[in-house]
């Protein structure tokens, strides 16, 4: 039953709660900065020139590091320093004393990653958070270098260049130590053999353009291939369920090339006591109009008598829905609730993420 409630109450909380301040560092790349991003594809790229990578299921993660001072970026440019104590002190272990890395943070939990136990750790007691850090410690899965242990900025070099520098950093540290060396490799076959992994570590394979600089904020340079589709999705209202008394469905919106919220969709996927639960999460945040674009219709020969009616919530909550086919500006079907993802900026939720898969 626990683990029924945390689904819906991990992290449920809106990414501008992880706003902050980041100290002053002494580098050519200042937090926060801005990481490079990549486009959605249905399949592995082809062709010359290609290096492939796992897509950890974790936080997109920038660290920092001058001297003693080390910072933890989000992917949305919030700290991440108090949530991940263990990691930072990690990074002040390292036999250098200047960098900027691009990785993940993940948690294991035996042969698999345990995403759930990262969202534990978004919580505003320091007690709670350093209590997990001692029983569910993170680690850093690196896979790019944008300053090097000089303190020289090497974004413009060409990825292949960049991790040749990276694996000369990290290559010959423990393999049981918390900061990692991400693999990566130019063979499309091994890329496939990750992509069909059983273990449950990989979300799917990132694609990067070997000769390409870091192209901050950009998506020209990368493809990401998911084992399954999902979306972030913007809860942008919800329905109460026909008896009235719970959460019916929450109600799925992404920006358009506009800014305007679109509604796209439904989530209904929730057992009695997570929708008990999803009340005190979403009723605080009634706030009109939820929906800035398209916004949810009226009652249609579907409805069977449920009411259409729904309460609009203001714009901050991001969730993750695993969906099968998206056309016409909508998921086709009902959607199946992943998680909360506080570490999303709600104004990146956009149809880049569907549209680019080759739905329509």
Avoid at 198 to 207: H, K, S
Avoid at 220 to 247: L, P, Y
Avoid at 310 to 323: A, D, F, G, Q, T
Wanted: hydrophobic fraction near 35%; glycine fraction near 10%.
């Amino acid at each position: 039953m626990a683990a029924t409630r945390d689904r819906v109450k991990a992290a449920a909380v809106p990414a501008e709660e992880l706003e902050g301040s980041f100290p002053e560092i002494a580098l050519p790349i200042q937090p926060p900065f801005p990481p490079m991003e990549a486009r959605s594809a249905a399949k592995l790229p082809t062709g010359a020139g290609w290096l492939y990578e796992p897509k950890w299921d974790g936080f997109r993660c920038l660290a920092f590091r001058k001297g003693k001072t080390v910072t933890l970026q989000s992917k949305h440019g919030q700290p991440l320093d108090r949530y991940f104590p263990e990691l930072a002190e990690a990074f002040r272990q390292l036999p250098f004393k200047a960098f900027v890395l691009d990785g993940e943070i993940v948690i294991r939990k035996g042969k698999s990653l345990d995403f759930d136990a990262l969202l534990q750790r978004i919580h505003p007691a320091e007690s709670r958070i350093l209590k997990l850090s001692r029983e569910t410690p993170a680690s850093f899965q690196a896979f790019d270098l944008l300053v090097d242990e000089k303190g020289k900025k090497v974004i413009d070099l060409p990825l292949s260049e960049r991790r040749e520098r990276l694996n000369g950093l990290l290559a010959d540290l423990s393999k049981e130590g918390s900061v990692l060396l991400s693999p990566a490799t130019p063979d499309r076959k091994v890329a496939e053999g990750w992509l069909r992994n059983p273990g449950g570590e990989l979300d799917g394979v990132i694609a990067k353009q070997a000769g390409s600089p870091y192209l901050s904020d950009d998506r020209s340079g990368m493809v990401k291939v998911k084992r399954i589709r999902t979306a972030d999705c913007v809860v942008g209202g919800f329905r109460w369920a026909q008896s009235g008394d719970k959460v019916g469905s929450l109600l799925l919106g992404l920006y358009d090339d506009r800014g305007l919220l679109d509604h796209v969709g439904f989530s209904s996927s929730f057992t009695a006591e997570e929708r008990r639960e999803l009340e005190p999460i979403l009723v605080p945040l009634v706030e009109p109009p939820g929906f800035t674009g398209k916004a949810p219709g009226g009652p249609s020969r579907w409805s069977q008598g449920r009411s259409t009616e729904w309460e609009p919530l203001r714009p901050v909550l991001v969730c993750e829905v695993r969906y099968d086919h998206f056309s016409g500006g909508r998921f086709r079907h009902g959607t199946k609730f992943l998680r909360w993802r506080p570490d999303k900026a709600p104004k990146a939720c956009t149809f880049d993420q569907v549209s680019a898969r080759g739905d329509t």
